[in-house]
Structure formats: structure tokens, C-alpha cells
T-cell receptor, first 114, second 115 residues
Framework: SQQGEEDPQALSIQEGENATMNCSYK?????LQWYRQNSGRGLVHLIL?????REKHSGRLRVTLDTSKKSSSLLITASRAADTASYFC??????????????FGQGTILTVHP | DTAVSQTPKYLVTQMGNDKSIKCEQN?????MYWYKQDSKKFLKIMFS???????INETVPNRFSPKSPDKAHLNLHINSLELGDSAVYFC??????????????FGQGTRLTVV
């Protein structure tokens, strides 16, 4: 079954606005990661938050993690047209060395209009 | 200086054929993966190798056979291709798996179309 589910499936905003994407998962995790995929390209790692962390920042990105609710959010502030892409959350399961097996959500398609 | 490179980028082939996709990483990572992304963009792990040893095999039909000649290379061979195999296949690598986990570096993908 799919581990991560993202919400919304699609998000359309104007340049300069903030974009918030949510991710829910089902099992215990070591960490949760967010990736970006531009159309026709590979995935690019954005940020990793460990299960004992609650919030993390990287540039215009802010990620929160609530392990009690098994959910995470990705906030992109002051969005730019170049942020247009699909965004995926991925969980790295707990319980021993997982060798980095990532379980991906279905993704959120973000469109930022200039 | 591509970190994870896979070839070919596009592959169109007929049902029943056998094809291979190659992947190489120059990051010095111990762990490599194959992921499949379907038409709905859902990504699912297929295989994981750590230092040439198969670690993860996720209920993939045995028509799919990965091969890792060394830790920098992980190739994927597919026999008797079926229409349902059409997808984008991504190779990825990461440093040795740890309890905390690390980020994965992805290749650009191979879009396989079976006709």
C-alpha cells in the first residue's frame, strides 16, 4: 500500500505567494524527505527531517514533522515561477537499517504563475 | 560531471523484446536503487544493491533482473517486455544505509515505451 499521501494533488498560485503541501504516512519512520521533480527530469532532494526533529528550514523551504499525527508539511515562501514542479514526500522506514529504501507519496503538482 | 547517469534516456521497443538500461554513479556511494514511476507519477522501489549485493527486491516479476558488476554500476535487464512495463525507470544512489538514513541522488530517468 502507498505509504505517503500528499495533499493537495495540485496547487496553483501566483508568484510571490506561499505554497503549502502536506504529506501523511502510515508507519514509523527514521526520517522524511522532500523531493522536487521538474517535468521530464529526475528527482532532486530538497530537505530531510529526522523523526526526532519537529521543524527544519532551508532557504525558502520550511518543513514540519508531526510523528504523533504521522504527517509533514512543506512550505515554500515567496514562490517563483521556477518553483513549478511536482513535489514528493518520501519516508525512510524505521526498524533497522533500511538501506535507504524510500517510500514515496503520490506527489503535489505545483504551478506558480508569473 | 553528472552524478548519477543512466542510458538510454528514451527507449521504444516492441512487446516481447529484451532490453537493458544502464546506470553509473560517480559519487562513491555504496547503495544503488532502481525505482519505477508509472503514468500517474507514482514512484515505487524495485531493487536496492549495497556494495554489489542485492538488498531489496520488491515483488518485481522475475523478467526484471538487476546486475551490479561493481558498486558504481547497477544495470537493469528486462526480458519479454510487456505493455505494462511502459514507465519511467529511475536509478538512484545513496551513501551506505544507516539507521538515520540519507538522501538519494537520482538519475534523469529512462522513459520506456513498449508498443
Amino acid at each position: 500500500s502507498q505509504q505517503g499521501e500528499e495533499d493537495p494533488q495540485a496547487l496553483s498560485i501566483q508568484e510571490g505567494e506561499n505554497a503549502t503541501m502536506n504529506c501523511s504516512y502510515k508507519t514509523s519512520i527514521n526520517n522524511l524527505q522532500w523531493y522536487r521533480q521538474n517535468s521530464g527530469r529526475g528527482l532532486v532532494h530538497l530537505i530531510l527531517i529526522r523523526s526526532n526533529e519537529r521543524e527544519k528550514h532551508s532557504g525558502r523551504l520550511r518543513v514540519t514533522l508531526d510523528t504523533s499525527k504521522k504527517s509533514s508539511s512543506l512550505l515554500i515562501t515567496a514562490s517563483r515561477a521556477a518553483d513549478t514542479a511536482s513535489y514528493f514526500c518520501a519516508t525512510d522506514g524505521a526498524g533497522g537499517t533500511s538501506y535507504g529504501k524510500l517510500t514515496f507519496g503520490q506527489g503535489t503538482i505545483l504551478t506558480v504563475h508569473p | 560531471d553528472t552524478a548519477v547517469s543512466q542510458t538510454p534516456k528514451y527507449l521504444v521497443t516492441q512487446m516481447g523484446n529484451d532490453k537493458s538500461i544502464k546506470c553509473e554513479q560517480n559519487l562513491g556511494h555504496d547503495t544503488m536503487y532502481w525505482y519505477k514511476q508509472d503514468s500517474k507519477k507514482f514512484l515505487k522501489i524495485m531493487f536496492s544493491y549495497n556494495n554489489k549485493e542485492l538488498i531489496i527486491n520488491e515483488t518485481v516479476p522475475n523478467r526484471f533482473s538487476p546486475k551490479s558488476p561493481d558498486k558504481a554500476h547497477l544495470n537493469l535487464h528486462i526480458n519479454s517486455l510487456e505493455l505494462g512495463d511502459s514507465a519511467v525507470y529511475f536509478c538512484a544512489s545513496s551513501p551506505t544505509g544507516t539507521l538515520d538514513g540519507t538522501e538519494a541522488f537520482f538519475g534523469q530517468g529512462t522513459r520506456l515505451t513498449v508498443v
